[in-house]
């Protein structure tokens, strides 16, 4: 696991605003800023300024965020078709959406069509049977695995077909009679380097040209997925520079290939910022547990599911002391750090999570029927003005 970073104290401005929206909303609390995900949004489009941004609804499936996107231009990953309905519901066409799930149920495909979505992606022979109905109305894309050491989170193991398979799959997709338009990848979640997007993308051309020797339909798309990483070591990573290497690969394709990225956890990690408060305290073995209204199985659940440390902050200073701070319920593994250094905390305090928007709120349990944090938008924008 990564080193928390862990920042002491807060100018008197910051913590009257976290105290501010507190007395005004409550505790535990999550702060989706509109301002912050527009600005993530325009960084990685101008990194990558010649890729189709789909944003991964599954790391925050919320409708403020879906609506701050859209009226960007966003495109929409979609994986399920509850993800499709919360589309829906904001009227969003289905022709920005693609449908990246590998695995799907008929009535996954039915609903996707019936909302507008024709884009699937595939990685086996099985999956692509079950698009064989509707074979008229759509485009596939072959998922490939490359796998990843450095990614914090390796999603080609449960995903993608090899690369050796792609040339008999493209071949037994014609003979389904289904469009394929083209490739895609997802190098892991969190990548430390953006060394295999370009081992990919390389290898995703080599073998689309060699399929467009005998293909009856070029194939023409590359879809690169997401794993741009979130600064949660607050090093003030810079995208633009995570992004040169990749975009030197992509400028060595055929100008007319269209590209795509599904990009999830960059987009709004640092959108949302979690406030808990201290609700209980004691001395353990000479060491300060702090409780505080919200947990692993709730907005921390990333620490389980992600593999992610956040970066945490308390408001005030004084004197370090390895302390443990736990969530609410009553279940031991509720424990976001063990021994992390604090001053001394009361009763009534406020600790603060950064770049808590990805995979967080998206993956919480009602376990022990504890409240939820509520979701809360602001836009520092217009706060400013
Ligand atoms: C198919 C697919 N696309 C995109 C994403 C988003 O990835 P990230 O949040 O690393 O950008 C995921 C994450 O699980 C995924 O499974």
């Not at 976290?18 to 800023?33: E, Y």
Request: glycine share 8%.
């Amino acid at each position: 696991m990564a080193r928390r970073k862990v920042i002491i104290g807060a100018t008197p401005e910051e913590a009257a605003r976290w105290q501010a929206l507190v007395s005004k909303h409550g505790s535990p609390l999550l702060v989706f800023d509109r301002h912050v995900l527009r600005q993530q949004y325009e960084k990685l489009q101008a990194a990558l300024p010649d890729v189709s941004l789909y944003y991964a609804i599954k790391a925050l499936p919320h409708n403020d965020v879906l609506q701050t996107l859209d009226s960007l231009g966003a495109g929409f990953d979609v994986a399920s078709s509850g993800e499709l309905e919360l589309l829906l519901s904001l009227k969003v066409s289905g022709r920005r959406t693609i449908h990246t799930h590998p695995i799907k149920r008929d009535k996954d495909i039915r609903d996707a069509l019936r909302f507008g979505s024709t884009t699937f992606v595939v990685d086996n022979h099985d999956e692509m049977k079950k698009l064989v109905p509707y074979r008229s109305r759509i485009g596939v894309l072959l998922r490939v695995s490359f796998r990843s050491e450095n990614a914090v989170v390796d999603l080609s193991r449960k995903f993608g077909c090899t690369e050796s398979d792609v040339p008999a799959l493209v071949q037994a997709a014609e003979q389904l009679g289904l469009h394929v338009k083209g490739l895609s990848f997802h190098v892991g979640s969190q990548c430390q380097s953006p060394d295999k997007h370009v081992e990919a993308i390389q290898c995703c051309h080599a073998l689309m040209l060699q399929v467009n020797e005998t293909a009856r339909a070029p194939l023409a798309t590359l879809d690169i997925g997401g794993g741009f990483p979130a600064d949660y070591e607050l090093k003030g990573f810079d995208i633009e520079r995570f992004c040169a290497p990749i975009r030197e690969a992509l400028n060595d394709l055929p100008a007319d290939w269209h590209l795509l990225a599904e990009p999830g956890r960059y987009l709004v990690a640092p959108a949302v910022t979690s406030i808990t408060t201290v609700i209980g305290k004691a001395m353990r073995n000479g060491t300060p547990w702090y409780y505080l209204d919200d947990g692993v199985y709730g907005s921390y659940s990333g620490q389980i599911y992600d593999h992610t440390v956040y970066p945490l902050q308390v408001l005030k200073q004084g004197e370090l002391t390895e302390s443990v701070l736990t969530g609410p319920t009553c279940d031991s593994i509720d424990v976001i750090d063990e021994a992390v250094a604090l001053p001394e905390l009361e009763i009534g305090d406020l600790i603060i999570g950064h770049q808590m928007g990805a995979y967080t709120a998206a993956t919480k349990t009602r376990f022990n029927l504890l409240p939820d944090a509520a979701f809360i938008t602001i836009d520092q924008a217009v706060a400013a003005t």
